[in-house]
């Protein structure tokens, strides 16, 4: 009988996993960057036609991030000799500079603490995975992708957005959602609250689905 593998993953809406880590940019570890939002993002391994293509994705939106207040941080089970070769070619081969720190994983200490190794698909390399922790180091969305497939770099943009819309105005966002549309209102929560609904100038398809401009 094939033995069960066991996966440990973070939780939404618990302190994301602390770790200390070298990286190309030097040591560092995860809860000193409190304060701000950060998104971790792994890659299968250096040297590869797809994760190429999105490590310089990922430098192109690097300065939104930052100016959204967060840190982008790669990772992958190579060392740093590998990763500084690699983001030494990308620029020589490809003009393009990669502006944020890579940890290097060899252990997979980082990759087992968020679920990153996946055997179905390698036990050696770590699927694309993208965390989304907040500034007090809560984590607050996550993406798995195959090793096959490139991620979409404007979904990462518009997740963080949504976070910190969320977050700002306590409101949540609906399918779709785009910075500037309409987000959804809380839903009442007593009888009372739901009959007073239709007065507050929100736009409302129901009494528990109503919209408002920000």
């Given amino acids: 009988m094939e033995e069960n593998t066991c996966i440990t993953l973070p939780v939404l809406g618990e302190p994301a996993p602390d770790f200390e880590a070298v990286t190309t940019h030097g040591p560092m570890k995860l809860s000193s960057l409190k304060g701000k939002w950060v998104v971790l993002f792994s890659h299968p391994a250096d040297f590869t036609p797809v994760?190429?293509?999105e490590f310089m994705a990922f430098a192109k939106i690097h300065d939104e991030l930052k100016s959204l207040n967060a840190?982008?941080?790669g990772l992958s089970v190579d060392s740093i000799s590998a990763h500084l070769a690699w983001?030494?070619?990308?620029k020589e081969k490809m003009g393009v500079e990669i502006p944020f720190p890579i940890i290097e994983d060899l252990t997979m200490k980082v990759s087992q603490k968020y679920g990153m190794i996946h055997p179905g698909q390698s036990n050696t390399a770590a699927v694309r995975t993208v965390f989304f922790i907040d500034?007090?180091?809560i984590m607050r969305a996550m993406f798995y992708y195959p090793l096959q497939n490139g991620r979409f770099m404007p979904e990462i943009i518009r997740m963080i957005k949504a976070l910190q819309t969320t977050d700002k105005f306590k409101v949540s966002t609906p399918a779709n959602w785009q910075p500037g549309d309409k987000v959804v209102v809380p839903p009442p929560k007593?009888?009372?609250e739901m009959e007073k609904r239709?007065?507050?100038?929100?736009?409302c398809k129901d009494w528990y689905l109503c919209?408002?401009?920000i």
Wanted: charge should be neutral; glycine fraction near 8%.
């Fill in 87 to 90: 983001v030494h070619a990308i």
């Fill in 198 to 203: 239709p007065t507050e100038g929100y736009e």
């Fill in 190 to 192: 007593t009888a009372a």
């Fill in 71 to 73: 840190q982008l941080l």
């Fill in 135 to 137: 500034d007090k180091g």
């Fill in 211 to 213: 919209f408002k401009k």
């Fill in 51 to 53: 994760c190429t293509t």
